[in-house]
């Protein structure tokens, strides 16, 4: 069964580096999104891509985050310059319409030091 | 803005019995999916069971159905015959139906469901 694939499963990273999570979506799918968890809180969105372009975004996806779908396959979230409120499960997801149900990945653990 | 409200924390119940999750959710809205999603300690978002608005009829799948009550917004999900394997955090989650269709999904805190053998 198709599934959508995150890389790293966990990022230890020091305050104020970059970096890049990474998702490979299921093929045929056309709408993107990116989630983030922080532990023992609800999920929320964060961005939805479509079209090679952000569709929706939450006032949390603010100027240190961007997405980026670098070529036919992959989905990335770059977080540019990270604070330890960062720290958090993100979630990338996918969906062939924006009506249908959203597949998630694994997630991503992301601590911030 | 839309919210989705999960009033039960956590719930606890016997193998084998039924158990009923309840969610709420806040629209102005007319169109709009529900959906309830399991997340086991992995931690991973699995899908559970989907509704759409403008169906009265209640989803169904095997041992999991909803309540679907759009009047009062409510949003229940019944499990029956409990087992083990749903251990798990239950999130209801909101997506409005919009003509673009990329619109994120609202999640409820989620309800941390509870097994006795």
């Known amino acids: 069964e198709p599934e959508v694939t995150q890389t790293p499963s966990h990022q230890v990273t020091q305050m104020g580096q970059e970096v890049i999570l990474r998702c490979v979506p299921i093929?045929?799918?056309?709408?993107f999104y990116w989630y983030r968890q922080i532990l023992g809180q609800k999920v929320e969105f964060l961005v939805s891509?479509?079209?090679?372009?952000?569709?929706?975004k939450s006032e949390i996806f603010d100027d240190q985050f961007s997405v980026e779908r670098p070529d036919g396959s992959n989905f990335t979230l770059k977080i540019r310059s990270t604070k330890l409120e960062d720290s958090a499960m993100y979630f990338c997801?996918?969906?062939?319409?924006?009506?249908?149900?959203?597949?998630f990945g694994q997630g991503t653990r992301l601590t911030v030091v | 803005a839309q919210t989705v409200t999960q009033s039960q924390p956590e719930m606890s119940v016997q193998e084998a019995e039924t158990v009923t999750l309840s969610c709420t959710y806040d629209?102005?809205?007319?169109?709009?999916?529900l959906f309830w999603y399991k997340q086991p300690p992995s931690r991973q978002m699995i899908l559970v069971i989907r509704?759409?608005?403008?169906?009265?009829q209640n989803a169904t799948e095997n041992r999991f159905s909803v309540n679907f009550q759009k009047a009062a917004k409510s949003f229940s999900l019944k499990i029956s015959d409990s087992q083990l394997g749903d251990a798990a955090m239950y999130f209801c989650?909101?997506?409005?139906?919009?003509?673009?269709?990329?619109?994120?999904?609202?999640f409820g805190k989620g309800t941390h469901l509870i097994i006795q053998p």
């Open positions: 997801a996918s969906s062939y319409t924006g009506g249908t149900e959203a597949f």
């Open positions: 093929s045929n799918h056309l709408y």
């Open positions: 891509f479509y079209n090679n372009e952000i569709s929706e």
């Open positions: 629209t102005s809205e007319s169109d709009y999916y």
């Open positions: 509704q759409e608005a403008y169906k009265q």
């Open positions: 989650a909101y997506r409005l139906l919009s003509g673009g269709g990329a619109d994120g999904l609202t």
